[in-house]
Every structure is written in structure tokens, then in C-alpha cells.
């Protein structure tokens, strides 16, 4: 009897390919794809909890700890696996100790994720983890400080008078923050420092 799974992801294009995958290798059955937590509730609330559910952790609205943790609260069974496109330890610590059944990039192997979820569904491998490199979020506390700014929209020079140092210090900072989070700009430095999680709403 095959395992049934439902993805959950805001890409609907994601979610057909895992869904594809995950069928043609006939050890489950995708009884669903959803594009969010809500959308998850409604389905289980109808049909109950599948085997597995396979989930993105970066979606707009609810993420997927916020999903992790509802879900959790009605189906405390739940197994659960997690999603990153850009994963970071941090996450991954947190997915285990919020009761995730396990943490994988989105580029792990699709052989290792068929494995994964099985291992998920038959309880022989504990938290399921994958060796990765972790994304550049490495940033230092006056690199997160100025990031914090840019993030409310002040203007370098603005940034400059609020911590007490230079127009073109603060110029190095950015430069630095751009290079590790890999963004041609500033504004493109703050979406990518929300989509990991090293920034929040």
C-alpha cells in the first residue's frame, strides 16, 4: 500500500514536480498539493492527516513554522518535513526542537528525499537532516544593525547620524551585507535577508 503525501508549497510549479517525482517512484500517493497552511488545515480537516506532509518553509502569510506549529496543535502525530530553498542551520535546529520530523535543502537528491520520507513514515531514522553549506547570512551585529535600518527605509546618510559613524562607513557595510547575502543592492539585501529568516516581520 503506497504512503500518502500531501506538498505543501506557494509554487505551483514546485509542487508538480515534487509531486511527479514523488509518484513515479510508486512508494507513494500525492493525495493533494496546496499552496499554504490554511489550505493544509482545510484538507486534513476534511480528509484527515496523511502519512507525510512535505512542506516549504518560506511562503508569504503564514511560513512554514507558523504551518508547523498549527498543524502540530490538531494533529500532534503529524510527520512533518520541512523545506528550504536557501537552508540555514538555525533553521534546522529549530524545525527539531518545534517537532518537525526532518530539515532538507530543496536541491537534496531526489533519491535521498524519496528515502527521507520514507524513513519519515516508518520512524527508523529520528530527525531526518542533510549534510549542506549553510547560506551567507554570517552577518556581524553593526552589519545587522545597518541591515535593520535599510530595512525601515532610512537613507545611508540617515543610517550614518543613528549610529554615530560615517556616511562612507556605512557605504562599506552595505557592500559588505550585499556580498554575503549575494544581492546586487541594497533593497534586493533586505528581501533576501526577510526570505531567510535573518530579518522578520
Known amino acids: 500500500m503506497q504512503n500518502t503525501v500531501v506538498i505543501v508549497d506557494d509554487h505551483p510549479m514546485v509542487r508538480d514536480g515534487i ?35 512535505l512542506m516549504d518553509i518560506r511562503m508569504p502569510g503564514k511560513d512554514g513554522f507558523a504551518a508547523l506549529r498549527e498543524v502540530k496543535a490538531k494533529y500532534p502525530d503529524a510527520r512533518i518535513l520541512l523545506m528550504a530553498g536557501m537552508p540555514l542551520r538555525e533553521e534546522e535546529e529549530r524545525a527539531e526542537r518545534e517537532g518537525a520530523k526532518g530539515y532538507l535543502p530543496k536541491s537534496v537528491n531526489h533519491l535521498r528525499l524519496i528515502d527521507a520520507l520514507k524513513a519519515i513514515i516508518d520512524g527508523t531514522e529520528g530527525f531526518v537532516r542533510e549534510e549542506f553549506v549553510p547560506a551567507p547570512n554570517q552577518l556581524s551585529d553593526r552589519e545587522m544593525e545597518v541591515l535593520q535600518y535599510l530595512a525601515m527605509g532610512k537613507a545611508r546618510e540617515e543610517i550614518a547620524i543613528i549610529l554615530g559613524i ?36
Do not use: M, Q
Not at 476534511?46 to 506532509?53: L, S, T
Not at 556616511?167 to 531567510?196: P, Q
Open 19 to 53: 509531486a511527479a517525482l514523488l509518484t513515479s517512484s510508486r512508494k507513494f500517493s500525492v493525495v493533494a498539493t496546496v499552496g499554504g497552511c490554511d489550505d493544509l488545515l482545510s484538507w486534513c480537516g476534511a480528509h484527515g492527516c496523511p502519512d507525510a506532509i
Open 166 to 201: 560615517s556616511s562612507e562607513t556605512v557605504k562599506v557595510h552595505v557592500k559588505k551585507i550585499r556580498e554575503k547575502l549575494d544581492c546586487a543592492n541594497a533593497a534586493g539585501a533586505v528581501a533576501r535577508a526577510y526570505e531567510l529568516g535573518i530579518l522578520r516581520l
